[in-house]
């Protein structure tokens, strides 16, 4: 079941007055920039792990057949690693709709890798929220990924370039990374 959380994003008032505010992408806004944004540089949250736990109905799955996607578990000690970027307030708009299926803007610390850290916001799909799918085993969770198609294109297509930007940033994540080998295994 899809979720539409655009209303609840608008009312998130953490940073208004700002003229500039960090974003940090764990998942597709790791590798898909589809806005405009002032920097952008490898950056860690502390305490959240990636996982495919989030269902897709928007843009890599249907109501009736839905994808998988990345959210963000707490686990404490864990550090996830992504894509920073400082963007502009109004950016934020395109942000709410691009995650609208049950992601809720989260302040965070963010962590540079020259050492210095900003508050931010991360999208994240807590498991109270309709569409979220739960925990299944990466053969499981690569089998749904393996036939699930959106409108913004095949699943497999997300997990792949998240796989290998995260490979291009020298990142290694054991669950993406036994999704993808499962991927292939299948064939897909
Ligand atoms: C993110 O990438 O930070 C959120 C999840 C997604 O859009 O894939």
């Known amino acids: 079941m899809s979720l539409?959380?655009?209303?609840?994003?608008?009312q998130m008032d953490k940073?208004?007055?700002h003229q500039r505010v960090w974003l940090f992408g764990y998942g597709s806004l790791i590798?898909?920039?589809d806005f405009p944004f002032i920097e952008r540089c490898p950056a860690s949250i502390a305490g959240w792990s990636r996982r495919f736990w989030q269902g897709s109905h928007d843009h890599r799955g249907t109501e009736a057949a839905p994808g998988r996607v990345a959210t963000l578990v707490p686990d404490p000690g864990a550090v996830c690693h992504g894509m920073a970027y400082l963007i502009t307030p109004d950016v934020f708009a395109h942000l709410d709709h691009r995650e609208k299926n049950g992601y809720l803007r989260l302040a965070t610390d963010i962590?540079?890798?020259d050492g210095s850290s900003e508050?931010?916001?991360?999208?994240?799909?807590?498991?109270?929220?309709?569409?979220?799918?739960?925990?299944a085993s990466e053969q499981q969770i690569a089998l749904q990924i393996a036939s699930a198609h959106g409108p913004s294109g095949p699943n497999r297509d997300y997990l792949l370039a998240l796989a290998q930007a995260l490979r291009?940033?020298?990142?290694?994540d054991a669950h993406v990374f036994a999704i993808e080998a499962f991927l292939h295994d299948a064939g897909a």
């Open 119 to 135: 508050q931010g916001l991360v999208y994240i799909a807590t498991a109270e929220n309709a569409a979220f799918l739960g925990e």
């Open 111 to 113: 962590h540079f890798d």
């Open 31 to 33: 590798y898909k920039a």
């Open 168 to 172: 291009d940033m020298d990142r290694h």
């Open 4 to 10: 539409n959380t655009i209303a609840i994003n608008q």
């Open 15 to 17: 940073f208004d007055g």
